[in-house]
């Protein structure tokens, strides 16, 4: 994980749970994920999966902790992979997750900018004279004009 977590909502005087929420204790977690408790302390030794703490320093891990701990237990005992390479498919996969966020947040700006400047540009053109006469380049026919100029009268 990449330590940062969401703090849990309370609306209208209720606890809200969500899948950062930190609910489950180890003997728990490891139920619920099939491993072993002291494999999921190894994990967090490792940095694998990192739960958090109670004031009394015991781990509680959450719903997203759980799926990841199966994640770990797929890649490691059906793909052959080992901790190491686990730990850096999990750094590069929550990378992804946030150059992702990152490129949504800068599309959004662009598209803000590019809204901006549409409406700049409309109210340029709204400002335009409208009792001038467009110019209209001149046909090319068989027409001959001469000019002259006028003589200064003595």
Do not use: C
Not at 64 to 79: H, K, M
């Amino acid at each position: 994980m990449d330590g940062r977590r969401r703090q849990p909502r309370f609306g209208n005087g209720a606890y809200e749970l969500t899948d950062e929420t930190p609910v489950y204790v180890i003997s728990v977690a490891a139920q619920l994920s099939g491993l072993h408790p002291q494999t999921l302390r190894q994990y967090d030794r490792l940095g694998l999966v990192s739960p958090d703490r109670t004031a009394g320093r015991g781990r509680r891990y959450s719903a997203r902790d759980i799926e990841l701990l199966r994640t770990v237990q797929a890649l490691s005992q059906d793909e052959g992979i080992n901790l190491a390479g686990i730990k850096r498919i999990i750094e590069l996969e929550n990378q992804v997750a946030a150059l992702q966020q990152r490129v949504a947040e800068l599309a959004a700006t662009v598209d803000g900018a590019a809204a901006t400047l549409r409406a700049r540009e409309a109210q340029v053109h709204a400002s335009y004279r409208r009792d001038l006469v467009p110019y209209q380049p001149p046909v090319p026919g068989n027409a001959l004009v001469v000019w002259r100029p006028k003589r200064p009268t003595d």
